[in-house]
């Protein structure tokens, strides 16, 4: 209370919140009416950008002019990123029930994903079970991001079993994490990423029953501490991938002999 009391919007936040703010608040003692913002973005001290909803109530005087400000502010914040991962779940089920093949879905899957939980760029590797790489099939970034020059990397290379963020997703089998890739000891493309300002990132593997398919990741610009239940969101989507594709691969199986049946009679 004692680090508020006294202070102006441009004590506390910086300059674009608090010229936000104040000009917010002298519409709504002007007005005499009060606003209501579901969503209001802020930067709080020691805690990074939070989803506020805000309220403002002006309070009148004996005159019955506005002459005080009442502001409520409610940090919905953790309920705004349930949603929203909720929503990229959703959003994977609807576009599966679309697709015949995964390989026509990852497009948008990548985008579903990325938008919904706040990546910039998504990458999809699937498995060459003959060179015994993993090759990038599909890549995604989002419109106001400038990766270029990873993304051509990342559609020119390859990756063996435990090399870079693909390759330890596909030798262990297990999600992985990293807080800032140009940091990282096992990550080839930390130089690129770096140029273009990618640092945090995750990955995860999509499986046919016990053997990886392939391995998709995400970047953001921000650095990203291990955040486990995002992880284990990406996870289970991942095993969804996973049983849609075991599911098409048995429906064109039994479609093959059918024919073969056919052909035989």
Not at 73 to 97: F, G, M, P
Not at 127 to 140: G, I, N, Q, S
Request: glycine fraction near 8%; charge should be negative; charged fraction near 25%.
């Amino acid at each position: 209370r004692h680090e508020v009391i006294g202070k102006t919007d441009h004590d506390l936040f910086p300059k674009e919140e608090a010229d936000r703010f104040t000009r917010t608040d002298r519409e709504v003692l002007e007005s005499g009416t009060g606003s209501d913002i579901p969503e209001e973005p802020l930067q709080i001290r020691g805690k990074g950008l939070r989803v506020m909803h805000t309220k403002r109530i002006p309070v009148c005087g004996a005159d019955g002019r506005s002459q005080y400000l009442l502001s409520i502010w409610e940090d919905i914040t953790e309920r705004k990123r349930a949603e929203l991962r909720l929503n990229a779940q959703h959003a994977v089920t609807r576009i599966l029930s679309e697709s015949d093949t995964l390989e026509t879905a990852v497009p948008r899957i990548l985008q579903a994903i990325g938008e919904s939980l706040g990546w910039d760029v998504g990458v999809f590797w699937r498995l060459d079970k003959h060179a015994r790489v993993l090759r990038c099939l599909e890549a995604w970034h989002a419109p106001s991001v400038r990766a270029s020059e990873f993304l051509s990397l990342t559609k020119q290379i390859v990756f063996e079993s435990g090399v870079g963020l693909p390759g330890r997703v596909w030798a262990g089998g297990q999600p992985a994490w990293i807080r800032d890739v140009p940091k990282d000891a096992n990550f080839p493309r930390a130089s690129v990423a770096a140029q273009v300002g990618l640092h945090g990132a995750a990955a995860f593997p999509v499986k046919l029953g016990a053997e990886v398919y392939g391995v998709i990741e995400f970047f953001s610009h921000d650095v990203q501490p291990p955040d486990p239940e995002l992880l284990q969101i990406l996870v289970s989507i991942g095993s969804q991938l996973g049983q849609f594709t075991e599911r098409k691969v048995a429906e064109e199986a039994l479609r093959q002999s059918k024919d073969h049946l056919r052909q035989v009679q």
